[in-house]
């Protein structure tokens, strides 16, 4: 806890008691993409066996030693904030084994937890360095619930595949194959991500700490010349702005990042905190970890198809709008598909007829 006074370059806020959550399990904050993917893989008899044979070719032990030799490795004795903030998040997820933590110099804000047999979290220089007290708490407890949900495995996998990716580049089959599960994955991780976002809050327990942290990562310290409203508006504009075209754009722009845009993390964290689902967790209503194994695997697949056809159903994007209204049998498909690329040629929608001399003129 903190006791109000400076502290290696960071303002300690007053210390305040937030709620523990015994025993909880990774499925009560788990974005249901997510979950209904990690439940499936945990039903997978012999799954995690396979993915530790990997071990022989990934990097991790190459990793933990690269950490150790060349970064700073967070104890009481060194970052002892930061140490302060590791052992609360675990405290309050009821994480049993602190993962060790370390500091990487780097000036780039980032953080990861990786690894296979039991995950490590790295924070960079640049990220301690631009968040205070309570933006960093939200990240730590972000980086605990990738933890928690067990999403280091898979993590890890995704960065030795991109890297595999890039040295069989040359092999047109080979590349194609591994990209495909590159693709994937990094689907699912940038819901998972959206699912650390949410541990993060119940870690820190402070929403508007953890909107100030992903506004400060998209634009930098100057805190005092952004507004968590206009920035969430700016998620809105995103959403439902421009035609079809944009669309296609969006998903062009998304496909090679692991993680989510910064403006649609914070407009997603908001609404889950609004939502019932947060508000149960707070009084204490929750998925318990020792009923993981009991998890139904069809339950939470019927929740991540349900949770996708309300975001298609309520949703703003163009295409998504068009999606759902073929879905429900609209008509003038041709008509709406015209309007909606218009912006590719600057043509005006609504049907034409050649009026046969060549210029490209229509009559009336």
């Not at 990774?26 to 993917?37: F, K, L």
């Not at 959403?239 to 669309?247: A, F, N, P, T």
């Not at 703003?316 to 999606?323: G, N, Y």
């Not at 008509?335 to 009336?364: I, L």
Request: proline fraction near 5%; glycine fraction near 10%.
């Amino acid at each position: 806890m903190s006791d109000g006074h400076q502290h290696n370059g960071h303002e300690r806020v007053p210390g305040r008691q937030r709620r523990r959550f015994p025993g909880i399990s990774s499925r009560a904050y788990e974005h249901p993409a997510d979950r209904s993917a990690l439940v499936a893989l945990r039903k997978l008899s012999g799954f995690d066996t396979v993915f530790k044979a990997l071990s022989g070719l990934l990097p991790e032990r190459s990793l933990r030693l690269l950490f150790l030799s060349d970064s700073v490795r967070v104890s009481d004795r060194q970052f002892a904030h930061l140490n302060d903030m590791l052992r609360d998040a675990c405290y309050i997820l009821d994480l049993q084994k602190v993962p060790p933590m370390y500091v990487n110099q780097d000036p780039n804000p980032n953080a990861m937890c990786i690894g296979l047999d039991e995950p490590i979290i790295v924070v960079t220089t640049g990220l301690v360095e631009l968040l205070d007290e309570e933006e960093m708490r939200a990240v730590v407890g972000h980086e605990v619930g990738h933890a928690l949900s067990g999403h280091s495995v898979y993590r890890t996998v995704l960065l030795f595949l991109t890297s595999l990716a890039v040295r069989v580049a040359w092999i047109p089959l080979g590349n194609v194959a591994i990209m495909a599960i590159v693709t994937a994955l990094r689907e699912w991780f940038r819901k998972s991500e959206l699912s650390a976002d949410r541990a993060g809050l119940l870690v820190g327990q402070d929403v508007q700490a953890s909107m100030r942290g992903l506004m400060k990562i998209a634009g930098g310290n100057h805190l005092h010349e952004m507004n968590v409203d206009a920035f969430l508006e700016q998620a809105e504009e995103y959403e439902s702005g421009g035609d079809l075209r944009d669309s296609v754009l969006k998903i062009l722009n998304v496909l090679p990042r692991s993680h989510p845009f910064t403006t649609v993390r914070a407009a997603e964290l908001k609404k889950w905190a609004a939502s019932r689902d947060f508000q149960r967790i707070m009084d204490g209503h929750y998925p318990r970890r020792d009923d993981d194994k009991d998890a139904s695997v069809r339950d939470s697949w019927r929740e991540s198809a349900s949770t996708y056809a309300d975001e298609m159903r309520t949703s703003k994007d163009p295409l998504m709008k068009l999606v759902s209204d073929i879905a429900g049998g609209a008509g003038d498909l041709g008509g709406r598909v015209r309007r909606g690329f218009g912006g590719f040629t600057g043509a005006k929608p609504g049907p034409s007829r050649p009026d046969g001399d060549g210029d490209g003129d229509t009559d009336g």
